[in-house]
């Protein structure tokens, strides 16, 4: 039994790892330079990853 829970724990922090590493890297191309063109929403960085996100979920 404490062999599934270290198992477990490993796989936690594994996905902990990937989730953490893809905020942050998420976060520097988000914080990276945004110029907003005349009527405009959202960046172009933002714009692609979301445009990434939908395209994948259809």
Do not use: D, Y
Request: net charge positive; hydrophobic share 50%.
């Amino acid at each position: 039994m404490f062999r599934k829970i270290q198992s477990n724990i490993n796989i936690f922090v594994i996905i902990a790892a990937i989730l953490l590493s893809l905020g942050v890297l998420g976060g520097w191309v988000i914080g990276g330079q945004q110029e907003l063109q005349q009527g405009e929403i959202a960046s172009h960085s933002v714009r692609l990853l979301l445009s990434a996100l939908t395209t994948n979920f259809r």
